[in-house]
């Protein structure tokens, strides 16, 4: 019973940080930032992305937490699980492939980092920050699509 109990906390957790990290991907890359870069030009909308920037930071790097935390669990707690480096099954090489895009999306993620540092440069110009922002829908766009293709990886796997 206190297992079961467990994998559903554990369960639950997961989503919710799902939620929120891909989340605030989809609503970034497909609302956000073209409404922003359309109504309030480059310099505003910069200025703005890196205050969401500033205070989405530290839910990012929880959910990251609680992904590595309950992601570990539940693997272990998996009867399809059969060991490190064993990709023998359907559900084995999901888990793979969504590994992977997971570590694409902390590479991502740190590119985004990369971007938004550069606007504070001094030598940054308004054509510098215009560049930025398109450098930054596009990554945006990547992070939003891999999070999706995660979605389904994982609704794939606990379909096996």
Known sequence: MAQQILIVVSNWLHAVATVLLIGHYVLLGLIYLPALNRRLGVAVTRTVVEEVFARIRPWVFGSLAIFGVTGIYLM?????????????????ILMLIKHVLVLVMIGLGS?????????AQP?????????????????????MVSGIVILLLT???QAE
């Open 76 to 92: 272990l707690v998996s009867p399809h699980y059969l060991g490190v480096g064993k990709f023998v099954n359907s559900w084995s």
């Open 111 to 119: 590119y985004i980092n990369v971007i938004i540092r550069g606007w």
């Open 155 to 157: 609704a794939a796997a």
């Open 123 to 143: 030598s940054a110009t308004e054509a510098t920050h215009a560049a930025g922002l398109s450098r930054l829908q596009g990554v945006v766009n990547a992070m």
